[in-house]
Nanobody, 110 residues
Framework: QVQLVESGGGLVQAGGSLRLSCAAS????????ISWYRQAPGKQRELVAI???????NYPDSVKGRFTISRDNTNNVVYLQMNSLKPEDTAVYYC????WGPGTQVTVSS
């Protein structure tokens, strides 16, 4: 059974940084499209980063220049580096590749 497990969330002050990890089991991150989504209370889940099989990346304007998605093929992990965090980045962050992980909470205080 495919498993995606996120980690690295926490509480950080505005302007700070966090790096989220998504560890994959029974799914190779090197040959699959992997995405990060987030969902804030009362809002729809939204895409924040995607990495293709070829390694190209894409981001919505809301996080472009602040978030970076990358992958470690050897350890089968996908990362989301988040810099210059804002209170509006507060959400549960999910890893996705046909399957969803349980999510990790990110809280940015002002």
């Amino acid at each position: 059974q495919v498993q995606l497990v996120e980690s690295g969330g926490g509480l950080v002050q505005a302007g700070g940084s966090l790096r989220l990890s998504c560890a994959a089991s029974r799914l190779s991150v090197s040959i699959n499209v992997i995405s990060w989504y987030r969902q804030a209370p009362g809002k729809q889940r939204e895409l924040v980063a995607i990495i293709s099989r070829g390694g190209s990346t894409n981001y919505p304007d809301s996080v472009k220049g602040r978030f970076t998605i990358s992958r470690d093929n050897t350890n089968n992990v996908v990362y989301l580096q988040m810099n210059s965090l804002k209170p509006e980045d507060t959400a549960v962050y999910y890893c996705h590749s046909d399957y969803w992980g349980p999510g990790t909470q990110v809280t940015v205080s002002s």
